[in-house]
């Protein structure tokens, strides 16, 4: 009998050791196994041989027919649970489907593809050429490119290159709703070469999927959100983060990894190629090429000179309602920037970080607020079910027709959404196609599906929240209106100002970009803010610059590593009580780290339970990994967070 330690895919496993089985054959070190935990059946790898325990051990019950794990994902294993502290079974669970069926694992080898062709794809500009002459050798690389600079061409020339030496390529974005703009790209160039993977798949794709690039005996490239970086290719050329900014490349549950972070190590253990693309990179990112002297690629021309007309942007106060005199969401300006788009056939987008009607329901007799009974937080109002939600848990109630406080029938609503600009659109122009796009869609609504009609004209005029921001290319979108621009920027966070700057360029960047004249009006109550100004600008080294000063004087990364501690309580004095205590504990303890707080959570009442923090600060990271070794059970932490709310 052979004996083998075995990760198991299972959240319902928390231990940090692998279990042990027995097997009367012989496996090989990343054998993709089935075995019985619990009392049920779950997939798992096998991460090596190990001796016969003391103890008796459940029998392998099936060896799927599928080649090892790679070796290169075994060691990214074992590094990612030692990085970013998880149960083995929340880690395993990376890197695993949830199961197979039967059919797929047999299911026939796909046909060789073709070669890549990049005949089709426009000559490579000046600085395109530039960049790709600079990537010669193995190494990480920073691409700095304005929006519209052609950052998806140079990405797809390193994967020919990757493909050419026998490499597959992972390419990244930060939403689901880029993939099937991403892939199209890319399928134009390497046929059935590409390979989608993400979570709005049915299980059965996304297994379909794992098992192409597990099986594939040539390159492959795989498309897809955070998760796609743990595909089972078997040799790896090349890692892009695409719009490697966006906090999506973050990981909320556990582990709490950060994309960009992860592909570093996976890059670095394979010898591939990474790229980090962004109009508009992180400061942490920014500083750290600097720091390492790692390549920093500027791209600041359109990838399309010869169509490049000025964009003209106007500066709305939301202060003088005199331009409001028409409608309190649209400027005139605006109004009349989305009529000129209208009569061109042009399309125009409407950009408002709020989803729902009305985020503030009160009355306007005694001055009642409608509240989650779970959380105290405002619920939002949605006109098209008239109903208000909770954006932070699942409460919904029917919207009251009269105080139930004073049972005054006035109830106002307040601070439009995404679904009240709809309703103004529809009022001003009562003959426009207008679609909303925020991540109350139902599945049939959502961006990807929607993305061909969008190309070819078929809507007039986009609603929608920071999904519509990032690094779509509309070739008929001509008008920007950006509602509200000061909806993040005094958020208490020492991220926001930063996460501001990097939504209105975005935005911005949707407009411009070489196939027709582009317009924008930015409302806000703060038109003289530097921040605004810099955006416009397309300043990015002078909104650096003051952003690291900032940081370093109150010690914020890059200057130091986060670790923040939440604990939640039925009552506030035993949260408050805890906190205390925890802190006092830490202060103690022999490690070098600074202690702020205890405080309220951004949102204090979670679920019915009071919630308060802790941020710890260290300039050196494993002080913090020793503190999360010894954390009491019934608190949660978030290590490296990208913000404190």
């Not at 046909?111 to 426009?122: G, K, T, W, Y």
């Not at 407009?511 to 930015?522: L, N, P, W, Y």
């Not at 939640?568 to 022999?590: D, G, H, V, W």
Request: proline letters at 7%; hydrophobic letters at 40%; aromatic letters at 8%.
């Amino acid at each position: 009998m052979n004996y083998y330690s075995v990760w198991v895919r299972s959240a319902r496993y928390h231990n940090n050791e692998p279990l042990t089985y027995a097997s009367p054959k012989r496996l090989v070190t990343g054998a993709i196994v089935s075995v019985e935990l619990q009392k049920q059946m779950v997939l798992g790898f096998v991460s090596g041989p190990t001796t016969e325990p003391r103890f008796r051990t459940k029998p392998i019950d099936q060896v799927l027919p599928l080649p090892p794990l790679p070796a290169h994902l075994l060691r990214l294993a074992k590094w990612l649970q030692s990085y970013y502290p998880a149960s083995l079974g929340v880690i395993t669970q990376q890197f695993l489907p949830t199961s197979f069926s039967e059919k797929s694992l047999v299911m026939e080898p796909p046909r060789e593809p073709s070669q890549p062709d990049l005949s089709p794809l426009p000559a490579l500009t000046v600085e395109q050429l530039a960049a790709l002459q600079a990537m010669t050798k193995t190494d990480s690389y920073l691409i700095h490119g304005k929006t519209g600079s052609g950052k998806t061409r140079i990405y797809i020339e390193m994967t020919a290159r990757a493909i050419k030496s026998g490499k597959s390529a992972i390419i990244l974005t930060p939403e689901i709703s880029l993939t099937t703009q991403l892939a199209e790209n890319f399928r134009v160039v390497f046929g059935n070469r590409v390979i989608v993977s993400h979570s709005q798949l049915a299980p059965s794709e996304r297994a379909e999927a794992w098992l192409k690039a597990s099986r594939s005996n040539w390159p492959v490239i795989i498309i897809g959100p955070r998760s796609a970086l743990y595909s089972p290719v078997a040799r790896l050329g090349l890692i892009v983060l695409d719009e490697s900014h966006e906090t999506a490349y973050k990981q909320e549950q556990a582990p709490q990894y950060q994309t960009g972070r992860v592909a570093a190590y996976l890059a670095q253990i394979t010898r591939a190629n990474l790229l980090l693309g962004s109009a508009t990179p992180s400061i942490s990112d920014y500083f750290l090429a600097e720091q390492k002297q790692k390549p920093i690629i500027t791209l600041t021309r359109l990838a399309r000179p010869e169509l490049s007309v000025a964009t003209e942007i106007i500066m709305a106060d939301r202060k003088d309602l005199d331009l409001f005199n028409r409608s309190p969401h649209f400027s005139q300006a605006l109004i009349k920037f989305i009529d000129s788009a209208l009569s061109r056939g042009d399309q125009s987008l409407l950009y408002l970080n709020r989803r729902g009607t009305a985020r503030m329901v009160m009355c306007s007799n005694c001055g009642w607020q409608a509240l989650c009974p779970n959380s105290d937080l405002p619920l939002t109002y949605h006109g098209d079910s008239h109903e208000l939600r909770c954006h932070s848990c699942a409460y919904h109630t029917p919207s009251p027709s009269n105080c139930p406080n004073c049972g005054n029938p006035d109830i106002t609503f307040k601070s439009a959404g995404t679904k009240a600009i709809v309703e103004e659109v529809n009022r001003l122009f009562p003959n426009a196609h207008v679609a909303r796009y925020d991540a109350d869609n139902k599945r049939s609504e959502r961006l990807e599906q929607n993305y061909q009609k969008i190309i070819d004209g078929k809507i007039d005029i986009l609603v929608g929240t920071q999904l519509l921001a990032k690094g779509l290319d509309l070739p008929r979108l001509s008008t920007l209106g950006i509602l509200l621009a000061d909806t993040s920027l005094y958020l208490p966070d020492f991220s926001a100002q930063e996460r501001t700057f990097q939504l209105i360029s975005q935005v911005l960047g949707r407009i411009g970009r070489g196939h027709v004249a582009g317009r924008a009006v930015i409302q806000t109550y703060h038109p003289e803010h530097p921040l605004f100004q810099a955006a416009i600008a397309g300043d990015y080294q002078t909104f650096y610059h003051q952003e690291l000063a900032n940081r370093q004087q109150f010690l914020f990364p890059p200057y130091c590593y986060l670790l923040k501690l939440s604990v939640r309580r039925a009552t506030l004095n035993s949260t408050q009580q805890a906190a205390q205590n925890l802190k006092s504990e830490i202060e103690k303890l022999p490690i070098k780290v600074r202690v702020e707080g205890p405080a309220p959570s951004f949102y204090e009442r979670i679920k019915n339970k009071y919630q308060w923090q802790l941020i710890v600060k260290s300039r050196r990271r494993t002080e913090l990994l020793k503190l999360i070794d010894m954390l009491p059970a019934n608190w949660s932490y978030d290590i490296d967070p990208l913000d404190l709310l």
